[in-house]
């Protein structure tokens, strides 16, 4: 079984013809709203990819939360440990999306922000009985670091999003940040080569490993001393919104049904590889059939 303990937002996406600097107007197309927040993206991806799920969050007290609570269960992931919020809103996440599909994403966590360490304590059998928990930064610290020492499996901890002040909690197996995100965890300018990469999560000595997903340029993984680049799978990519939750689902489907990290890792590449050729968060995750097809076809 899979625990995902982390956000649940409505997404309203808007496509954009190129992104704004700061002070400017871009005039957009028609906005969208999707179900999202990198929680329940990881937690659907998962379940979509066929992971037994459960996902412990919060929500608001607004319609949006009966929303994202019908999003999540039907895809099949227990929200049992989910709490409805008084007086708050459910999270919202504003997109803005490329014609390239690269996008720029503003958070307003909402009841999000109130996930709390007595939440995990009140979910402690469910941590304890998951083969793997997933952690992210759009819940507070506290919560994260009592998922993280109440877990009886894997933990997998994505520092999405990070800042300066950003610190992996205790007891992670693997950290899985991107490029920009490995770059403030370790103090360094954000990586261009693989040896760049490769130097700055060496820096990361809390984790027993590090996945560094690098979009176009595949995925690097750090294990034991001993590092292997992943190269990127070739599509047409139209929203690379999910693409970075998708591949921690999967990943995290993948060390639940015993693969490797290396297995583990090239399943994810592929299913965030698809996820980027549709539009949208949650609409946009691969299900296991698709990957399946998709690996098959290039060997």
Not at 294 to 299: C, H, N, P, S, V
């Amino acid at each position: 079984m899979i625990a995902v303990v982390g956000s649940l937002n409505l997404d309203l996406v808007a496509p954009v013809p190129r992104h704004p600097v700061p002070g400017e107007t871009v005039l957009g197309g028609d906005i969208a709203e999707h179900p999202g927040g990198k929680g329940a993206n990881q937690a659907v991806a998962a379940a979509r990819l066929g992971g037994e799920v459960a996902m412990v969050g919060r929500v608001g007290d607004d319609d949006a939360a009966q929303l994202m609570l019908e999003a999540v269960r039907g895809q099949g992931v227990d929200s049992t440990h989910v709490v409805r919020t008084e007086g708050v809103p459910t999270g919202r996440a504003m997109i803005a999306v490329g014609p390239t599909g690269e996008n720029s994403i503003v958070v307003s966590p909402g009841a999000n922000a109130r996930l709390s360490a007595a939440d995990c304590e009140g979910s402690a059998d469910l941590l304890g009985r998951a083969r793997v928990t997933v952690l992210q930064q759009e819940v507070p610290d506290e919560a994260n670091h009592a998922a993280a020492r109440l877990s009886g499996g894997i933990v997998v901890h994505n520092p999405a999003p990070a800042g300066e002040n950003t610190v992996p909690p205790p007891y992670v197996d693997l950290l899985v940040p991107n490029r920009t995100e490995l770059a403030a965890l370790a103090g360094t300018p954000v990586p261009k080569t693989i040896d760049q990469v490769v130097a700055a999560a060496r820096r990361m000595t809390g984790a027993g490993a590090v996945v560094v997903t690098l979009g176009g340029d595949g995925v690097l993984l750090l294990e034991g001393g001993a590092s292997l680049h992943i190269p990127a799978f070739t599509v047409r990519a139209t929203d690379t919104t999910a693409a970075g939750d998708c591949f921690c689902g999967a990943l995290a489907v993948g060390l639940a049904e015993g693969r490797t990290l290396e297995q583990a890792a090239r399943w994810a590449a592929a299913a965030a590889a698809l996820s980027t050729t549709r539009p949208g968060a949650q609409p946009s995750l691969a299900r296991r059939d698709e990957v399946e097809a998709f690996l098959a076809e290039r060997g």
